[in-house]
């Protein structure tokens, strides 16, 4: 399994990815793809934080606090480029990937 070490690298590239992604021209056209897109990589993104704070009591809540946080910071860089739009269901649909994370933790 992958140690703390390796998970904080990973995780910083994986958030790199994702505001690239933010940033350029759209390719899906389908909204309801999108909100599932975001549901996928805000889950993703809130297991690879939980796993770097495994060890902390409430890991699972700062991981959706910190999921979240870069959600709101990604969507809302969207408001300065002219092909993209802010959305608020876009941060509803990263908050709900993110809050899986608490079906995980109850296994």
Not at 45 to 61: N, P
Request: negative net charge.
């Amino acid at each position: 399994m992958l140690n703390r070490n390796m998970l904080i690298p990973i995780t910083i590239v994986y958030v790199s990815i994702i505001s690239i992604l933010a940033l350029i021209p759209n390719p899906v056209t389908g909204q309801g793809t999108n909100y599932i897109l975001h549901i996928a990589e805000f889950f993703i993104l809130s297991l690879l934080i939980f796993k770097i704070f495994e060890e902390i009591k409430y890991a699972s809540v700062l991981a959706i606090l910190l999921s979240l946080l870069i959600n709101i910071i990604v969507e809302s860089s969207q408001i300065l480029i002219s092909y993209r739009t802010f959305s608020v269901y876009d941060i509803l649909a990263g908050l709900i990937g993110s809050s899986l994370i608490l079906t995980l933790e109850a296994i």
